[in-house]
């Protein structure tokens, strides 16, 4: 039987960038809404959001019952000729983390992919090596200097989101995934109802997912997409995800994976509402959690 802590995130909350854009949340409402929803922990967001003083952290989310379970690092990896180029943030991140007694960095890349991924048809096999290097070396740093796992979170419109991309830097850098439950059904996926690329995966690569987040897709969302040939960042701006009972991921089967592959760790709910008011996305972490109990996915 799998055992899930479930953890929020300030991407429900629409905040993709330090400054709190697109949705503008402060952050003190935030963590004041994260907690009266019922969370328990959450992942820092992106690197500067949330207040960076470790000391000032720890008494904002102690007074409020949060604990930190992870931290975000966003990294365009085709940049720079080594991982040095980003250890310096890579450093203060994990300092960070350390303080407060988080064990994993989940780490995605924000390389130029292009507007459909175009650009990583015409990458050499070198150059391909020259970037998982990066991110295998951030890997061995995090565990060796900190004792902090580098869980590796494919993403739609970035180097790693199909799953063959996703295999290739699994072999070279040997590091465990944050498996993306919405992400993974986006880019691989048929849209359909009962949508079976996710759990599928999860089932042949189980020793593999050391972390989870649970995000949904909307299927009329997702086929206007396609019909359209809409570009991602189009897709993620009309809410093609949406709240977890409402898209074409079974989250039944969600279920039945966790338990029978005995997955004991960190869930995230992240919903990506970049348009959605604070009341909105209040509304929705707490109808996704209640729904993860009535699945049983949590207590």
Request: proline residues 4%.
């Amino acid at each position: 039987m799998g055992k899930v802590k479930i953890a929020t995130a300030p991407c429900s909350w629409g905040v993709w960038y330090a400054d709190g854009t697109p949705s503008g949340t402060p952050w003190e409402l935030f963590l004041d809404q994260a907690a009266e929803a019922g969370y328990q922990a959450l992942e820092l967001g992106p690197d500067g959001y949330l207040p960076t003083d470790e000391g000032r952290l720890r008494e904002e989310l102690e007074r409020r019952g949060l604990s930190v379970c992870a931290g975000t690092a966003c990294y365009a990896f085709d940049q720079g000729a080594a991982f040095a180029h980003f250890r310096p943030r890579v450093e203060a991140l994990c300092r960070r983390l350390q303080a407060l007694g988080a064990k994993y960095l989940v780490t995605m890349d924000e390389s130029d992919v292009g507007k459909y991924s175009e650009k990583k048809q015409s990458l050499t096999a070198q150059e391909w090596d020259a970037f998982l290097q990066k991110v295998k070396d951030m890997g061995e740093y995090t565990k060796n200097e900190f004792g902090i796992d580098v869980v590796y979170h494919p993403h739609v419109k970035t180097m790693i989101e199909y799953e063959n991309e996703i295999e290739r830097l699994m072999d070279f850098t040997g590091l465990d995934l944050c498996f993306d439950t919405g992400h993974h059904s986006y880019a691989n996926g048929n849209g359909k109802p009962e949508e079976p690329s996710a759990p599928a995966f999860m089932r042949r690569f189980a020793e593999r997912i050391a972390y989870l987040h649970f995000k949904q897709v909307d299927g009329s969302v997702f086929q206007k997409v396609m019909d359209e040939h809409l570009d991602s960042d189009t897709a993620f701006d009309i809410n093609v995800m949406c709240d977890i009972p409402d898209g074409i991921i079974d989250f039944g089967e969600i279920r039945r994976v966790i338990e029978d592959i005995g997955f004991s760790g960190i869930a995230v709910v992240e919903s990506d509402m970049p348009r959605a008011t604070n009341a909105q996305a209040f509304a929705s972490a707490k109808r996704n959690l209640q729904y993860l109990r009535e699945l049983g996915i949590i207590d």
